[in-house]
């Protein structure tokens, strides 16, 4: 898969690849390379980030999965000249539990999902980020309306005497509908 998306403010380009089989088994091999900027109007600061990420997928259940990963990435916020761009390398693991997989309806999914990655193995990145999704969905009405509800949250702990920047922490951007860009005020 190659995806590049650019616009007056940023360019996102990805390049991955996904085996569904390695060797015939149920075992997912993922690869991905991206390149990121962003020219933010609604912040005090412009970003670039490069990086690659590989990951090794496989049952631990009959609805349970779990992923074994590794990334390396620069990022640079624009206005942090003094900072520099420092490398990260992080390794992880993701736990999904997915009800669509053998799911008895349809209709209806819950998906829980669970991941922590430990940058700080190389590097100058040095933090624990935690992070966890719950959806539940339902199709109604002959399968043309679906309910769907998310709540997602995360935490970064940084140790070391590593300081997180603004690359590493969360925001509701795209997620959060009704709101200003990096604000929670109304339109």
């Known amino acids: 898969n190659i995806d590049i ?4 403010d940023t360019v996102d380009s990805v390049v991955s690849f996904v085996e569904p089989s390695v060797m015939g088994r149920d075992l997912k091999l993922r690869f991905s390379a991206h390149y990121r900027t962003s020219d933010n109007a609604d912040a005090f600061y412009d970003t670039a980030d490069i990086g690659i990420t590989s990951g090794l997928e496989f049952p631990i259940s009959e609805r349970g999965r779990l992923e074994l990963g590794y990334s390396l990435f620069q990022d640079k916020v624009k206005n942090e000249e003094a900072v520099g761009t420092p490398v990260g390398s992080a390794l992880g693991y993701t736990y999904s539990y997915d009800t669509k997989i ?3 309806n349809p209709n209806s999914r819950v998906l829980l999902r669970f991941s922590q990655d430990f940058a700080g193995l190389g590097g100058d990145v040095k ?7 719950a959806l539940a969905e339902t199709t109604l009405l002959n399968e043309e309306v679906t309910f769907r509800g ?3 949250g995360g935490a970064v702990a940084s140790f070391g005497g590593y300081n997180t920047r603004v690359v590493d922490r969360y925001f509701g951007n ?3 509908r009704g709101f200003e860009s ?3 005020g109304p339109r």
């Open 182 to 184: 990096n604000g929670m």
């Open 5 to 8: 998306t650019t616009g007056s």
């Open 150 to 152: 998310i709540l997602e």
């Open 174 to 176: 795209g997620k959060i």
């Open 127 to 133: 933090y624990v980020k935690t992070e966890g999704l």
């Open 102 to 104: 053998t799911g008895l």
